[in-house]
């Protein structure tokens, strides 16, 4: 059975530097009928946990720190047994949320996921958050952008441990040197190609987006 792409969308709350916010969440799983990963558990453990169904879940891969990507992810853990993977540049964020509850492991730039056949390409993209991370998986033409890339533009960068100009390069750099064809899963809001946003690079820029 060929590796395939299952969304799931998840409601719950945004929350930092004071404010909390209602939000709508992307939770993509990769992988066959046998073994997955979840790319940002985030809300409803119990929700994932049925997408998941009786598969093996290899990995809770957290594409950064923001308590609405990783609110899910010890409780997804605990039922499963699956380790949490987080780049460690956002290790203060996530004390935030979990502050008794350490990853269990360390993504870092240039680290390759392999499930049901796939290799996901791990993409450290600081700016939206100071670990944040995209993967790259060449053989599904697709690309989780978690919050560094969406349809429109880049991550916020007005809160804390943000920075505008550094999301800028990671997006310029890491991903818009990426096939057009490839398919952006967004951590949320819609799917995109590179080929759609790249045109738009300048016009970010220009405005401050």
């Known amino acids: 059975m060929a590796a395939r792409i299952e ?55 957290c594409t950064h720190a923001h308590n609405d990507h990783i609110d899910a992810a010890p409780a997804l853990a605990a039922r499963t047994g699956a380790p949490i993977l987080l780049h460690p540049d956002d290790l203060p964020l996530w004390k935030q949320t979990h502050p008794d509850r350490s990853p269990d492991g360390e993504l870092a730039d240039g680290w390759v996921l392999a499930v049901a056949g796939v290799e996901l390409t791990v993409l450290h993209t600081p700016g939206h958050a ?45 991903l818009l040197t990426l096939p057009g064809e490839t398919v952006v899963h967004t951590g949320h809001g819609d799917t995109t190609t590179v080929g759609a946003e790249a045109p738009h690079l300048q016009e970010w820029i220009d405005r401050g987006f």
């Open 130 to 174: 100071p670990g944040a991370v995209c993967l790259h998986a060449p053989a599904l033409t697709a690309l989780f952008s978690g919050d560094t890339l969406f349809a429109g533009g880049p991550g916020a960068t007005g809160r804390s441990y943000s920075h505008f100009p550094t999301i800028v390069d990671s997006i310029r750099d890491r």
């Open 7 to 61: 969304h799931l969308v998840t409601s719950g709350t945004f929350s930092l530097d004071g404010g909390t916010w209602d939000v709508d969440n992307n939770v993509w799983i990769v992988g066959d009928d046998e073994e997955v990963i979840v790319i940002d558990a985030a809300h409803d453990a119990e929700a994932i946990a049925a997408a998941v169904g009786g598969r093996t879940l290899r990995a809770i891969v």
